[in-house]
């Protein structure tokens, strides 16, 4: 058995594996429909959001072109404020559907500038901006970008705020109705604890009234056919039920752990990996500010190539962690710590990390990563 | 707990449900890399191909949208051979995308006619037909097309031939290389006997060349980029791991069942839900040489309505059955018998259709329409 340390897919609870594992249901029925219509209340909650809030059948990337298809036309201007992997697949996304794109890129590991965001934005005297594009958790770098400010620097102006939440949403606070997020994205193999294959994206009214003017062909991501099947609590086309069954235990499991406690839970388990990659003398791709609450990058120790440290994890000790994406690859590794983690799944990743890089050869003392991950368990525990 | 005895999403044996609730996996490891490539080669078998064939994390209508904006060029001249629900999906999809779309309409209950097909590619003399669209298996009507006449009507025209198989495929044999069928669509919940979630589609080396000049935006649904993973056995993006690993046990069953038994299952199935139907005084929408071997359309008994019979069927019965879609509300009912079906799931299902049918004041003896399944039962022991 495989204990999975990358940011998504994660571990799964019992419930949710009881859950896969349910005999067939018919998706038009009254039963599942109230099965929709539960789990997107809850999922509103977790969004912090009355907009509309849809469920498709995709991986996230699905609902990401959904939000360029619907939201943006052929020839419009859009920024996308790229620092990492997925802001790239921003970009890519919406230079396939002929958006005029402009590309605001910030240092791989450092958080996205606001203060560029603004002056860019207060000088479009024309308001030819007509969206902005950023990825809330760049899972490629262990960077959360600040939202917040982000949404702020755009101001008043009538562009939409579009983000890519998939792999933060659920990990650290992201407020879609206070903060005025116009589009947001998520998915379901993140920190909702089940397996990839459903995606989330919430729509405002502002973002509707511009999907009015869309041309774009779509069908599959049409969120004017979501919107409309949502009405009789279905969606246009056969979902992936058993995975939707799924979401509504991992939902309970949120609610009963509580979001503020759930986000606790990560900003803590943030604070053991790095603490203990430090203690291993590894150096930190981001800074504390900057970093992800659901994924931790650690720079190569010298002359170790990270994919052998991936590869050894895996095969010699069950644990499965990521080697950096990109431009990255070969200079980082990843350790996942979002979703269903617990205290022992942080002291054998550390442990295994330890015994994996005395075979490689770095030099410290075996014991002194574990070391401070019994010291921050034990303190929490006071 | 529900029997589902609609045409997909269908019942699940218990070594697909038990692979469904496996902890999570990798989907970057060889390990999973290995699990997709005997997938791929266990699906080419059954759709008897040397194609390429992908896998893609979304309904059997992502696969369709894949097999238009891949294949088919804004202002193309299309034809849809369209006798169904499904049909009308294919013409949905080409208008969204722009094509110059003709539709060959056929009557609903009815085969396709090659015949038509035939007459309107001859009259082609420019050759300005770019891909003709056709149903296998039209779940709306209980009507299996007869693809291979179909195919052979387009003779050495240029034009590509796709094909939405979804409820068709591992029901009643469809021969993608020798029959000439460039890009063949199917989905997981119908005869492949897991949860809706996974769609599959072939490609041809033609189709492959037309692809290379079309222009339409597309990102998630991007063959060419599904190819380029597929090289290094992966998926471009997070792949819907639980219902892979699903897949690859339904593909064991079929494999050990045998193909050529799994189509005999499905036409005996087909034979007795219709002799049973008869028995009880109803009349079928389709004639025997049309009649699908995955679901039967069954006209409405007079003055009763069929959604009334759904309702009953489903609250006091715990059966799921389909009523009419599109312009065949209100005026049929289907029952699927595709995928994990037994002999006994027809017992259940036509005894509870009997007590049914009383309720409502059909008028015929209890007995006589499982008196005829019993007899075909023990008919095929001999």
């Known amino acids: 058995m495989q204990l999975l340390m990358i940011p998504g897919p994660t571990n799964m609870p ?16 009254p039963e599942f429909s109230e099965v929709i219509k539960e789990v997107t209340v809850s999922l509103k909650k977790i969004y912090h959001t009355k907009n509309d809030l849809f469920i498709l059948t995709s991986s996230g990337t699905g609902a990401m072109e959904a939000a360029v298809a619907n939201f943006v036309n052929q020839g419009d201007k859009v920024i996308v404020m790229e620092n990492g992997n997925f802001g790239e697949r921003w970009v890519k996304l919406n230079n396939s559907y002929g958006a005029d794109v402009e590309v605001i890129s910030g240092v791989w590991g450092e958080q996205a500038d606001p203060e560029i965001l603004k002056k860019r934005i207060s000088a479009d005297h024309g308001q030819e901006i007509k969206a902005v594009f950023v990825t809330h958790n760049e899972t490629s770098t262990g960077v959360t970008n600040d939202l917040k400010a982000l949404r702020e620097a755009l101001g008043e102006h009538p562009a939409l705020f579009i983000v890519d939440a998939i792999s933060g949403m659920a990990v650290s606070p992201l407020k879609v109705d206070e903060w005025n997020l116009d589009v947001v994205v998520s998915g379901s193999q993140k920190a909702f604890m089940i397996p990839p ?16 003017q869309v041309t774009n062909p779509r069908f599959y991501f ?7 099947s949502f009405e009789k609590s279905t969606t246009p086309y056969t979902p992936a039920t058993c995975l939707i069954l799924a ?20 900003q803590f388990y943030k604070q053991v990996i790095r603490t203990a990659a430090k203690a291993l003398g590894l150096n930190l791709l981001t800074n504390e500010k900057s970093a992800s609450c659901g994924v931790t990058a650690i ?27 990109n431009r990255l690859k070969g200079e980082i590794f990843r350790i996942g710590h979002l979703g ?29 990563g574990i070391q401070v ?9 006071k």
Chains 1, 2 share one sequence.
């Not at 190569?300 to 190539?305: E, L, N, Q």
């Not at 075979?359 to 075996?366: A, C, H, R, T």
């Open 247 to 266: 979401l509504r235990e991992s939902l309970k499991l949120i609610e009963k752990e509580g979001l503020q406690n759930v986000y606790k839970r990560h």
């Open 197 to 212: 294959g459903l995606s989330f994206i919430s729509v405002s009214p502002r973002a509707w009234a511009k999907s009015e």
């Open 373 to 381: 991950v019994q010291e921050l368990l034990q303190e929490r525990m």
């Open 340 to 368: 269903y983690v617990s205290d022992n799944d942080l002291v054998v990743t550390i442990a295994a990390l330890e015994r994996t890089l005395l075979e490689l050869g770095w030099s410290f003392q075996l014991g002194q």
């Open 299 to 325: 720079k190569k120790p010298t002359a170790i190539d990270p994919q052998t440290i991936v590869k050894i994890m895996r095969e010699k000790h069950g644990i499965i962690i990521a080697g950096g994406q």
């Open 14 to 29: 019992r419930e949710v594996l009881q859950a896969l594992s349910l005999p067939a249901v018919g998706h038009r029925t």
């Open 222 to 228: 049409d969120l004017r056919a979501a919107a409309k």
